[in-house]
């Protein structure tokens, strides 16, 4: 089990650095230029709490000096033979080898019990982080979605894509009271808390994509007591 990192995912694909989606990060050449000839999947990030702070860095077109504040976690060896701990180890004898101190392995603890994985998840939100990732340490690599490997958090978090607005009334007169958005199946709802007052003044656009955690669905399909998290831009 690791903690869950709140950056933005980065794949490496040996010659290029691409977000989730397949766009191009630019980082800077010194970032880049002595990563492995093989595939990394991790997070750029910097320290808990920070993701903003991230994403600007992070997503600029014109790479700057604050990517020294940046370093590449990996939490993941694409496509490279072995069992996780194997794929794991490639990775950091590459980084050891190299000495790339922006490269680090996200720890790694060894989860015996479901008490033991309590504990470090309070642990962790205690210290200011969001979850951790548990996985089946020897499972093969294997592309898109598995039991093998699973999110625990106290919340869930999901995305949506801004399609309007609800005015607010009392003390949010003249302001956003409430965004409206919707899932990719197509389910609209409204999200009205977690939302900083300058945010209301100047909330999201329409068509960018917003991140909010929730606690289950309705009958409906609608996240239960939705609350905005942040804009993500990646």
Same mark, same amino acid.
């Given at each position: 089990?690791?903690?869950?990192?709140?950056?933005?995912?980065?794949?490496?694909?040996?010659?290029?650095?691409?977000?989730?989606?397949?766009?191009?990060?630019?980082?800077?050449?010194?970032?880049?230029?002595?990563?492995?000839?093989?595939?990394?999947?991790?997070?750029?990030? $910097?320290?808990?709490?920070?993701?903003?702070?991230?994403?600007?860095?992070?997503?600029?077109?014109?790479?700057?000096?604050?990517?020294?504040?940046? $370093?590449?976690?990996?939490?993941?060896?694409?496509?490279?033979?072995?069992?996780?701990? &194997?794929?794991?180890?490639?990775?950091?004898?590459?980084? $050891?080898?190299?000495?790339?101190?922006?490269?680090?392995?996200?720890?790694?603890?060894?989860?015996?019990?479901? &008490?033991?994985?309590?504990?470090?998840?309070?642990?962790?939100?205690?210290?200011?982080?969001?979850?951790?990732?548990?996985?089946?340490?020897?499972?093969?690599?294997?592309?898109?979605?598995?039991?093998?490997?699973?999110?625990?958090?106290?919340?869930?978090?999901?995305?949506?894509?801004?399609?309007?607005?609800?005015?607010?009334?009392?003390?949010?007169?003249?302001?956003?009271?409430?965004?409206?958005?919707?899932?990719?199946?197509?389910?609209?709802?409204?999200?009205?808390?977690?939302? $900083?007052?300058?945010?209301?003044?100047?909330?999201?656009?329409?068509?960018?994509?917003?991140?909010?955690?929730?606690?289950?669905? &309705?009958?409906?399909?609608?996240?239960?007591?939705?609350?905005?998290?942040?804009?993500?831009?990646?």
């Amino acid at each position: 089990m690791s903690e869950k990192l709140d950056g933005i995912r980065a794949f490496w694909d040996g010659k290029m650095l691409q977000t989730r989606k397949g766009k191009e990060i630019h980082a800077p050449e010194w970032f880049v230029e002595n990563l492995p000839p093989f595939a990394l999947d991790g997070e750029l990030w $910097s320290k808990r709490s920070d993701f903003e702070n991230i994403q600007s860095i992070v997503v600029d077109d014109k790479p700057g000096e604050k990517w020294k504040e940046i $370093s590449y976690m990996i939490f993941e060896v694409p496509f490279s033979e072995g069992n996780f701990t &194997t794929r794991i180890e490639k990775a950091q004898n590459y980084i $050891s080898a190299n000495k790339l101190s922006h490269l680090k392995i996200i720890e790694q603890k060894v989860c015996s019990s479901q &008490t033991q994985l309590d504990a470090y998840l309070q642990q962790v939100i205690k210290n200011g982080g969001e979850g951790v990732m548990i996985k089946d340490a020897f499972k093969y690599y294997f592309e898109g979605r598995s039991d093998s490997i699973l999110k625990v958090k106290e919340s869930q978090d999901m995305e949506a894509e801004v399609i309007g607005y609800k005015a607010g009334t009392g003390k949010y007169k003249e302001m956003m009271g409430s965004l409206r958005v919707q899932l990719e199946n197509g389910v609209e709802f409204f999200i009205g808390s977690g939302f $900083s007052d300058a945010l209301r003044k100047n909330p999201p656009k329409i068509g960018e994509t917003v991140t909010f955690k929730y606690y289950g669905f &309705t009958k409906y399909g609608k996240p239960k007591f939705a609350s905005f998290m942040r804009v993500r831009k990646d």
